[in-house]
């Protein structure tokens, strides 16, 4: 009868030191996953130690061909093919649209700004466009004529939906 | 008065009684010397960067503006101070300049524009005076640098090639019509032609 007792309780604390344990022994082991692939990711430290400085890589140059690049979905905003540097976007002036404005396209011949930028929050068009749509490098960018850090493996709906075709016609 | 002008009016027109000709002759020619060089060294030291930011108001907004400006730094060293843009490089025109410069001492004493406030007020009526005296002159003091002729059209952008091979190349527009606030930042640009 005691025998039993004393099995039962040290079934009991091991199911409980099980219990316990498991979840900190889990988290040791993820903790040490992260920082495993944290050290593999690409930074531009370069795996330099913390209390050391790097020499700084070359700046890149910004591509400045005028050549438009293909949209990656639909709704992306168009990046930027030309270098912008000193263009003023403030509470004055929007250098963007000395180009890109309505009125001005006829003389610049540059794509102008797309309709959805007319809009107000919602859907009203207004005559010019809305403020929340003012400043252009919130969502359009230059490119850089550098290296991706880290591979891109964003595959695109057409792709997907041409590769899903395929095989679907292979069976 | 009049008696005393009389005396000065007499000494100039009366022969010299006392010197040679030869002193008179070479006095004034060394004279001259002293006060041409004295009047043009004078000149060219307030023809210096380190002369216009001696004053705050240059110093804490459109120099502090142009130094994030390719005309202050770039990859072949070569920079533009004030006076290469802001001072005509013929004689005759620098001294107009000059003259009207006195306009801005005026300013700087009485305070026109010593905070930045009252600089951003000001701004866009200076700028204005700036690009009217650039179109007026067919942007006189870009050219000085950026000499048309020697324009490589190939080594530009396409954008800039065709601008530049069309427009300026007929005299149809000059440098500033396109090219405003590349060294200090912009006024409010409300119904400036092309904005």
Redesign the interface.
Not at chain 2, 185 to 189: C, G, H, S
């Given at each position: 009868m005691k025998d039993l007792k004393l099995v039962s309780i040290a079934g009991l604390i091991a199911l409980l030191s099980t219990l316990f344990l498991a979840p900190i022994l889990t988290s040791f082991t993820v903790h040490a996953a992260d920082k495993a692939e944290r050290n593999t990711v690409a930074t531009l430290r370069d795996h330099t130690e913390i209390d050391s400085q790097k020499e700084p890589n070359p700046i890149p140059k910004v591509i400045n061909n005028d050549i438009k690049k293909a949209r990656n979905y639909p709704m992306q905003p168009p990046v930027i093919p030309h270098t912008i540097r000193s263009y003023e976007v403030n509470k004055y002036n929007n250098k963007c649209m000395s180009c890109h404005s309505r009125h001005r396209t006829e003389k610049s011949q540059a794509p102008m700004v797309s309709v959805t930028h007319f809009m107000n929050r919602d859907g009203n068009f207004l005559a010019e466009i809305s403020p929340r749509r003012y400043f252009c490098n919130q969502c359009h960018v230059t490119q850089l004529d550098a290296e991706p850090l880290v591979e891109n493996t964003f595959i695109d709906m057409h792709s997907l939906m041409k590769q899903k075709t395929a095989n679907t016609t292979e069976h | 008065m009049k008696s005393l002008l009389l005396i000065g009016w007499r000494t100039l027109t009366k022969p010299s009684g006392y010197y040679s000709l030869g002193a008179l002759v070479i006095g004034g020619f060394i004279a001259g010397i002293i006060f041409w060089g004295g009047f043009n060294t004078a000149l060219e030291v307030t023809n210096t960067e380190a002369f216009c930011i001696s004053c705050h108001e240059m110093e804490n907004n459109v120099y502090e503006e142009l130094k994030?400006?390719?005309h202050f730094t770039n990859r072949s060293g070569v920079r533009a101070t004030c006076p290469d843009c802001h001072v005509p490089h013929n004689w005759t025109s620098k001294i107009a300049r000059k003259m009207q410069a006195s306009k801005e001492v005026w300013g700087t004493i009485f305070g026109t524009i010593n905070t930045r406030e009252k600089f951003l007020v000001h701004r866009r009526r200076l700028a204005e005076n700036e690009w009217r005296r650039l179109k007026a002159n067919d942007s006189l003091e870009c050219r000085n640098c950026h000499n048309f002729d020697y324009m490589d059209f190939t080594a530009q952008?396409?954008?800039a090639a065709y601008q530049h091979s069309t427009a300026l190349a007929s005299g149809e527009k000059t440098c500033i019509d396109c090219h405003k606030?590349?060294a200090h930042?912009?006024?409010?640009?409300k119904g400036v032609e092309?904005?």
């Open positions: - | 994030t400006t390719i952008s396409e954008r606030g590349i930042k912009l006024p409010d640009m092309g904005w």
